[in-house]
């Protein structure tokens, strides 16, 4: 009986083994057919000030993204993905380039951003990941906010990008100085679209102005579509980077009233939505397989709107910080019959991963004229590998932060998101174990000495073959058409 038993269980075991070998992740990540005849298209959404924790599948009680969590349950979520940067312009920068934002003169300490009288931008010898692609003959498109230099010398089509509609920095510039508009934060409470002037831009043109914000989300998502449709018999790259969660925030009249979060929730649903609309008509184009889809944030929430701003989660601060609310943000990719569904991924990874992933996935040589900061994420998409990334540092402007190895981060330097008080430097740096405390609240430095001293190696290191050229951040507007 016993031995009969046995047998049943060993039975069961085996056709067990056997079926899950079947829907093991080495047999779905065989490519199909047409994969091997053209590199994969591209599209990475970005959204703009989404914190970690603002997505139901990162743990949102209220804001529904029924999409983004289909999106990750078919392909990867990542736990520990981060841009590079804890504010727009550098974070863009370092997405586009796969390299850290103060090695291209994308950073500052005096001005965080670019703004409308802003002189520079991204400077022409850096390599984007649309120009790389066009050596493959992908089609490329830049649909959204910019931020890397509104004068034409730094637009979308000057750095690789063959279509461009957006708007070419924060939806919150070009505020209107006048009396109807309330003062202070008083504007963000109850935004309206004439508050702020900004421009929407197609190719070089100013279409509208200002941009019919509560319309921008939609219409994104219908031009990037419509590119897709345009390119659909050639590969393409799809870069969407969202105006949207940045304050001031503004939905379409589907979107009124739809979340239990409120107006923020809204706006969070609409660009779930959004997402949705992308993935069926990749699907409805039968482009699906071919076509790898990247979702992900440019930095953490911006906490001191208050309820206009999001969650950083369990996460420690938000927008403008190193702390890991800064940074960390939600980290999504999906491809199906490459990707294996359902992968959750605790390997350490960043936006600038995107670039080198992308151009191994298109057979384009990664550029070793310049130090690229992306790693190839190839393995830990297919399951195949762990990551290579080990290290993630820290910047705000200039200045290194932090560091983060393995699973501690050092923090040389500590200073508030936003206000008027300066950098704090430790010594002994603090130091957080972010696997076992990934809010940042029990100091171990006393106790590991051991790490400190590898991780102050490891920031010897960088230094020595760090170049930081001027910041394109701190050159005024008159200054640079002298
Ligand atoms: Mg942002």
């Known amino acids: 009986m016993q031995a009969s038993s046995g047998s049943r269980v060993?039975?069961?075991?085996?056709?067990?083994?056997?079926?899950?070998?079947?829907?093991?992740?080495?047999?779905?990540?065989?490519?199909?057919?047409?994969?091997?005849d053209r590199p994969p298209n591209i599209v990475v959404i970005f959204a703009d000030d989404l914190g970690y924790g603002d997505l139901g599948s990162y743990?949102?009680?209220?804001?529904?993204?029924?999409?983004?969590?289909?999106?990750?349950?078919?392909?990867?979520?990542?736990?520990?993905?981060?841009?590079?940067?804890?504010?727009c312009t550098p974070?863009?920068?370092?997405?586009?380039?796969?390299?850290?934002?103060?090695?291209?003169?994308?950073?500052?300490?005096?001005?965080?951003?670019l703004f409308p009288d802003s002189g520079g931008g991204l400077p022409a010898e850096e390599i984007t990941l649309a120009r790389a692609l066009k050596e493959k003959g992908y089609a490329t498109a830049a649909i959204g906010k910019w931020h890397l230099g509104h004068l034409e010398p730094f637009q979308p089509r000057r750095h690789g990008f063959d279509y461009y509609y957006g708007i070419p920095y924060s939806n919150d510039m070009d505020r209107v100085n006048d009396e109807r508009v309330p003062s202070g934060r008083a504007a963000f409470?109850?935004?309206?679209v004439e508050y702020w002037n900004v421009p929407l831009m197609r190719n070089e043109t100013i279409i509208e102005r200002p941009a019919d914000?509560?319309?921008?989300?939609?219409?994104?998502?219908?031009?990037?579509?419509?590119?897709i449709e345009r390119n659909r018999d050639q590969p393409f790259f799809v870069y969407?980077?969202?105006?949207?969660?940045?304050?001031?925030?503004?939905?379409s009249p589907d979107f009124e009233d739809v979340s239990a979060r409120g107006l923020y929730g809204d706006v969070i649903e609409e660009i779930d939505w959004s997402t949705g609309q992308l993935l069926d008509a990749l699907e409805r184009l039968d482009l699906d397989r071919n076509t790898i889809v990247w979702f992900t944030s440019d930095n953490g929430p911006w906490l001191t709107f208050n309820e206009q701003g999001g969650s950083a989660g369990l996460l420690r601060e938000g927008k403008g910080s190193t702390w890991e609310g800064g940074m960390r943000v939600p980290g999504i990719a999906r491809w199906p019959g490459r990707i294996p569904a359902g992968t959750v991924s605790l390997d350490v990874a960043s936006t600038m991963d995107i670039f080198t992933t992308s151009l191994k996935l298109a057979d384009v040589p990664v550029p070793d004229d310049r130090i690229i900061d992306g790693v190839d994420l190839r393995a830990v998409l297919f399951g195949t590998g762990k990551g290579p990334r080990d290290t993630m540092f820290f910047y705000r402007g200039p200045r290194l932060m932090a560091v983060r190895h393995g699973s501690w981060k050092a923090h040389f330097i500590t200073q508030p998101a936003y206000g008027d008080?300066?950098?704090?430097?430790?010594?002994?740096?603090?130091?957080?174990?972010?696997?076992?405390?990934?809010?940042?609240q029990h100091d171990r430095s006393t106790e590991h000495p051991d790490v400190l001293a590898e991780i102050k190696q490891l920031v010897e290191q960088h230094r020595t073959d760090l170049k930081a050229p001027?910041?394109?951040?701190?050159?005024p507007l008159a200054g640079r058409s002298q």
């Open 240 to 251: 969407l980077p969202h105006t949207m969660p940045h304050v001031p925030l503004f939905r």
């Open 189 to 192: 409470q109850d935004p309206k």
């Open 59 to 87: 743990g949102h009680p209220t804001i529904r993204t029924p999409r983004l969590d289909r999106m990750a349950a078919e392909g990867i979520r990542f736990t520990q993905f981060y841009a590079a940067a804890s504010v």
């Open 213 to 227: 914000q509560t319309t921008i989300t939609r219409r994104y998502t219908e031009e990037a579509i419509r590119f």
């Open 10 to 36: 060993f039975l069961w075991c085996a056709l067990a083994l056997c079926s899950a070998m079947l829907a093991s992740p080495a047999s779905t990540a065989i490519p199909s057919p047409d994969v091997k």
């Open 91 to 113: 974070s863009r920068a370092a997405l586009l380039t796969g390299r850290l934002p103060i090695r291209s003169g994308m950073s500052s300490d005096r001005r965080r951003v």
């Open 470 to 475: 001027p910041s394109q951040l701190e050159i």
């Open 421 to 440: 008080e300066g950098p704090e430097t430790h010594d002994p740096p603090r130091l957080f174990h972010l696997d076992h405390d990934p809010s940042e």
